[in-house]
T-cell receptor, first 114, second 115 residues
Framework: SAVISQKPSRDICQRGTSLTIQCQVD?????MFWYRQQPGQSLTLIAT?????????ESGFVIDKFPISRPNLTFSTLTVSNMSPEDSSIYLC???????????FGPGTRLTVT | AQSVTQLDSQVPVFEEAPVELRCNYS??????LFWYVQYPNQGLQLLLK??????LVKGINGFEAEFNKSQTSFHLRKPSVHISDTAEYFC?????????????FGKGTLLTVNP
């Protein structure tokens, strides 16, 4: 399975500011995903990021709030814009495995908005 | 669209006891099924997966799961748990043969193993 790292591992931010989360993979992957895990909740897919194309957002998530970049096959960023306390969550990136069916997850970024 | 129901939000057990974490899914198409584990303050780790073939799937750390198509279930089992198995467990599903590989997760089951 791929080795996935995320930066930062955690952060405390003030409302109204933005935070960019980085996701780095040790091998080239076609599809990368960004998930949100709100406190005590399950994972919700924010968007799918393919290299060379615009990210595809799930219902309830918009590009202005969660812009995503995918400049190459090993890297992606997710920005959480104009943050409010409701954005306090763990944000995880994931990639598909070689079979394409399973996903492997990064360690997550724990965001607290005050 | 797919949906996943994990029937127990919390399961407390004693060390060395057997455990079963229940998962039911709903889908109008064939699916792949997964169990993930999340240890405190960590990301998700893939425990096991069902893609095709034998309905009994073995994973890491002594866990296994059985796919039951007629009951649309994919329950996770371990014959003897350890303190270190204390974690949140998530059942997930994705459409077989789909092109977007979107995972739909259940709400999770917190397994607490007590000494």
């Amino acid at each position: 399975s791929a080795v996935i790292s995320q930066k930062p591992s955690r952060d405390i931010c003030q409302r109204g500011t933005s935070l960019t989360i980085q996701c780095q993979v040790d091998s080239q992957v076609t599809m990368m995903f960004w998930y949100r895990q709100q406190p005590g909740q399950s994972l919700t897919l924010i968007a799918t990021a393919n290299q060379g194309s615009e990210a595809t957002y799930e219902s309830g998530f918009v590009i202005d709030k969660f812009p995503i970049s995918r400049p190459n096959l090993t890297f992606s960023t997710l920005t959480v814009s104009n943050m409010s306390p409701e954005d306090s969550s763990i944000y995880l990136c994931s990639v598909t495995g070689q079979l394409g069916s399973e996903q492997y997850f990064g360690p997550g970024t724990r965001l607290t908005v005050t | 669209a797919q949906s996943v129901t994990q029937l127990d939000s919390q399961v407390p057990v004693f060390e060395e006891a057997p455990v079963e974490l229940r998962c039911n899914y709903s889908s109008s198409v064939s699916v792949y099924l997964f169990w993930y584990v999340q240890y405190p303050n960590q990301g998700l780790q893939l425990l096991l997966k069902y893609l095709s073939g034998s309905t009994l799937v073995k994973g890491i750390n002594g866990f296994e799961a059985e796919f039951n198509k007629s009951q649309t279930s994919f329950h996770l089992r371990k014959p003897s748990v350890h303190i270190s198995d204390t974690a949140e467990y998530f059942c997930a599903v994705t459409r077989r043969g789909g092109s977007n590989y979107k995972l739909t997760f259940g709400k999770g089951t917190l397994l607490t193993v007590n000494p």
